[in-house]
C-alpha cells in the first residue's frame, strides 16, 4: 500500500486548501491517518488525525478550528479541508498511516510506518 498526498499550493492568507491522502496497492489497512507538516528548518509536527474504527478526530491547537480532517472508505482516500490560512501555516504537508498504532501515540511522527510524499502549502501574506 503506498499513499498519495496531493492539493497543496500558493494561496493568499485568507484563503482556503483542500489536501488528498489517497491509499493505492492492496486493501487498505490502518488504525489511524494523520497529517503532518514541516517547515524549512523546524521539525515535523503533527497537525490532525483520524482514528479510524471510530471516526474520532484530533486536532492540533494551532490548526483547531480552522482545519477539518475526513475520510471517504470506499475512495481510501483522506482529506484535509485547510481554511483561514495564515502565512504559518507554510509547510510541506505529509499523511501517513500505520496498523499498530495505539491512540495514545497518534500525534508522535515515528509511530507512522507509512508515509506519503509531502505536498508543499505556501501561504503568502
Known amino acids: 500500500v503506498?499513499?498519495?498526498?496531493?492539493?497543496?499550493?500558493?494561496?493568499q492568507a485568507g484563503?482556503?486548501?483542500?489536501?488528498?491522502?489517497?491509499?493505492?496497492?492492496?486493501?487498505?489497512?490502518?488504525?489511524?491517518?494523520?497529517?503532518?507538516?514541516?517547515a524549512p528548518g523546524k521539525e515535523r509536527e503533527f497537525v490532525a488525525a483520524i482514528w479510524w474504527s471510530a471516526g474520532s478526530l484530533f486536532y492540533s491547537d494551532s490548526v483547531k478550528g480552522r482545519f477539518t480532517i475526513s475520510r471517504n472508505?470506499?475512495?481510501?482516500?483522506?482529506?484535509?479541508?485547510?481554511?483561514?490560512?495564515?502565512?504559518?501555516?507554510?509547510?510541506?504537508?505529509?499523511?501517513?498511516?500505520d496498523e499498530r498504532i495505539i491512540l495514545s501515540t497518534i500525534r508522535i511522527p515515528r509511530q507512522y510506518k507509512r508515509w506519503g510524499q509531502g505536498t508543499l502549502v505556501t501561504v503568502s501574506s
Open 2 to 11: 503506498q499513499l498519495q498526498a496531493s492539493g497543496g499550493g500558493l494561496v
Open 15 to 38: 484563503g482556503s486548501l483542500r489536501l488528498s491522502c489517497a491509499a493505492s496497492g492492496r486493501a487498505f489497512s490502518t488504525r489511524a491517518v494523520g497529517w503532518f507538516r514541516q
Open 73 to 97: 472508505n470506499a475512495e481510501k482516500s483522506v482529506y484535509f479541508e485547510m481554511n483561514s490560512l495564515i502565512p504559518e501555516d507554510t509547510a510541506v504537508y505529509y499523511c501517513a498511516s
